[in-house]
């Protein structure tokens, strides 16, 4: 253990390497709930052996050698605000930290891009960019917490999406270390043909194929105008109804939210009616078409049986939207929390809602089992669902979770949905990716893993299912 | 050879193997220009050993088993109609044509996506979704010639991409056959954070990593209204920037087309004053959009120094825009013709055309070198030279056409350019990749095929460059 520190210390010279018990111990998770059950019930024992903290991406390079070396695990850790379990070190594992990559590298406003170093906070890198009057068009709901590199590793997706595009529409350059040390540097072109795209493997590779040391972001300028839209509608499956031909007849504005009735009443019970669905939008742009936009979709509402609300609606989520709510709190008094979001195409969404919900309600000790639907495409929608349990028996938090998710996930491999829409698959649906991908699609997954990190040392037990075939 | 003939007329039921000389023959290429010289003067004499025209996604899987037993290289066939030399299979090959995989398998009218074998042409499958009042909106210049799985295969993109994207923003499903004959299938979803996006590894990799045998892609409604603008800038830089302030200020109309004032005189001349560059915009979708994207974009040219022009120069391109030129008249009569395309950012768009054409018009035999832009980018252009050179021996074509090509892709290098926008790499481009894609990219791409292609049977010769390390 002191051996490899040492290395450690020797060729991380710009940056750091901590070791006091804290702070080893502020990295043995991410904010997966699971993960902060345990930490409460005093079960999350081991801890890595060192957080280093890489200066300069040579530094990087370095560290990944020195892993390679002893043949250690290494841990990339960003805002450490994922929710899926991408992050829980074993003993003795190296956590590989981006906090001390931070900043802008260049802004070209001419080529609407910026390259940012990966541990710079997504709060920061809007601010930067917006003192030129441009805008990521970015905006996780984690945007205070999480890290540039980290919406690369877990393609995210922002609240303004539907118009903007998630991280994948967004990256235009990176730079990325290999599990070999060696620095590869994809440059930030608008659009190339010279082969599969490459940034594409790391795009959503969970710090298992490479580790994000620098991103290229497109930029769009600060829209001259922005128009709410708010209005009800009869049930959550008449909403969605609307939400498709909205995509379908041409529109797409940045934000599309449309909660079912339970969630609407939580969140704005003043402006929605008991038992309806709210429906907001949020229209940005050239100032004359988002006043066309905004009349089209008002129009288009309408006709699908909505009825129009207030729009302070609108800036009454624009207020609570960065709010990451605790897990804490609710794990004290015995109440199990989490978030499923999955996507599914058009033809099954309101099934899949009600088969989901409906199924969810049936765990014993539920509370709540709500769902709102906030990221659009013409060929389906993002389910975000959300439940609350509380079993007779405290005990019993973590196997009532593990029935929510199977429930949750189950029914959307039934409707042919997607298994995560934009959280990603950390630990918590690993086993269920065979369904999602296939057995082919895994086993692809396993050669370029293998083709890539040959001795499996960049985050081991993420993402990719068990091979029972090895070992 | 009879023996592999015999085995894979063992395997292929449903489809067919060719072997007459005429068909052999007529699979030796695709329409690069150096290889039609290369025919014309006699010199294209390797043979495949057959032309494979399996039926089914099955049978392509044991195509492929077969040639692996025989450890015989397979060159996927589709529209053949690729310009870069992506298809020359070495004597003894087997061809894999596409052309048995025919048809729409399914439409999903409320998902807007339709599912295609591989080897449907590509305006038989727009013709098919536009039954249905839906487009694919991708549209390349060889749609007439072009197959779905080519698009795929070759990263395509469509005269529509500024305002639609892309090929790569419209798959939505993939089938692949693996070099090993398992099939992967990815399902058609909207968005997915399940690891990397797999789909990807097969959008642009020339048939090196896996045969595509199904394509499912995102559609949308026919345009409920369309408008042509039409206006001239005094040179080709002011009209790209006035491109550039139009994506910059939030508007993506489908068709943005600006050509240089050579071009505009060639294709233009009763709609363009002499010595100045056109640009054509076409605006679709809903019709209040379409107006006010068409007023705002008229004042934008006009405060940009644009002169409106008769908007029927629209419907000149309209007319003429499937028209592929044949190179072969030109090579008979000793000129050398061709195009490349290139993108590049903003900031270095005016330069780059400058550059190039400047440095074409040196090469001795030269008669024309002229450009226009059709692919537009908040980040960046596309530009797509044409060149024309009759050097004073004709027995200098292929050595004249390499310097060209050298000239142009030396330029777009050395000013951040990508070496390719939409035609890909194939044998013209592969030695330009090293610098393209740096070294680490091309040792990432040459993993990756030998992740997926160990025995490296998958179209040899194409895309990757030879690695000098090894044999």
Redesign the interface.
């Known amino acids: 253990v002191n051996e490899i520190v040492g290395r450690l210390r020797a060729v991380v010279v710009e940056g750091d390497v901590q070791t006091t018990p804290e702070i080893l111990a502020a990295h043995r998770r991410d904010r997966w709930v699971l993960s902060e059950l345990h930490d409460l019930e005093g079960r999350l024992t081991a801890l890595p052996v060192a957080v280093v903290e890489p200066g300069s991406t040579a530094e990087v390079a370095r560290v990944l050698e020195v892993c390679r070396e002893f043949a250690t695990p290494v841990v990339p850790y960003g805002g450490g605000s994922g929710v899926c379990g991408g992050i829980a070190p074993a003993e003795g594992s190296v956590v590989l930290s981006t906090a001390r990559l931070q900043g802008l590298v260049r802004l ?1 406003e ?4 910026a390259s940012f170093r990966a541990g710079t906070n997504g709060l920061e890198a809007e601010r930067r960019v917006g003192e030129a009057g441009l805008t990521l068009g970015h905006w996780p709901q984690s945007i205070e917490l999480s890290t540039v590199g980290g919406w690369v590793a ?4 922002g609240q303004f999406s539907t118009g903007y595009g ?1 991280i ?1 529409d967004l990256v ?1 350059g990176l730079e990325v270390v ?1 599990a070999d040390g ?17 940034r ?7 710090g298992t ?1 490479g580790i994000v040391t620098e991103v290229t972001l ?4 600060s ?2 105008a922005r128009a709410g839209v708010a209005c009800h509608f009869p049930g959550f499956a008449e909403g969605l109804d609307a939400v ?1 031909s909205l995509l ?4 797409s504005p940045p934000v599309v939210r449309l909660y079912d009735p339970a969630e609407s009443q939580r969140h704005f019970p003043e402006h929605c009616p008991d038992a309806r669905a709210m429906l907001l939008l949020i229209h940005e ?2 100032a ?2 988002v ?3 905004t ?2 979709s008002i129009a288009l509402c309408d006709e699908m049986g909505g009825t129009r609300a207030d729009s302070a609606a609108v800036d009454v989520w624009l207020e609570h939207r960065n709010r990451v709510p605790g897990f804490r709190e609710f794990l004290e008094r015995g109440i199990i929390v989490d978030t499923i979001e999955v ?1 599914c ?3 099954s969404a309101a099934e899949l809602y009600e088969r989901v919900t409906r199924s969810l309600q049936q765990v014993e000790g539920i509370l709540l089992a709500t769902a709102h639907s906030s ?1 659009q ?6 389910l975000y669902f959300t439940f609350a349990a509380r079993p007779a028996n405290p005990a019993d938090m973590a196997e009532t979770y593990r029935e929510c998710w199977r429930r949750a996930l189950d029914s959307t491999l039934a409707l ?10 950390g630990r918590v ?1 690993r086993e269920a ?1 065979h369904e ?3 057995d ?2 895994v ?3 396993r ?2 893993k ?3 990190d040959p001795m499996g040392l960049l985050n081991p037990g993420v ?2 299912p068990d091979d029972p075939g090895s070992a």
């Open positions: 070209e001419q080529d609407l891009c877990t393609r995210a997706s998630s994948e235009l290999l060696s620095v590869l540097r994809l440059p930030p072109h608008a659009r190339a043909a010279t082969g599969p795209d490459l594409q493997l790391f795009l959503g590779c969970e194929l497109s930029l769009r300028r829209a001259a498709r379908a007849a041409g529109y742009g050239p004359r078409l006043e066309a936009a009349e089209a996507t195409p058009w033809s990221h495409y013409r060929s389906g929608t993002g042919g949905g997607a298994i995560s829409h934009h959280h990603g698959i649906r990716l999602g991908l296939g082919a699609g086993a692809l997954l050669t370029l293998q083709a890539l993402l990719i």
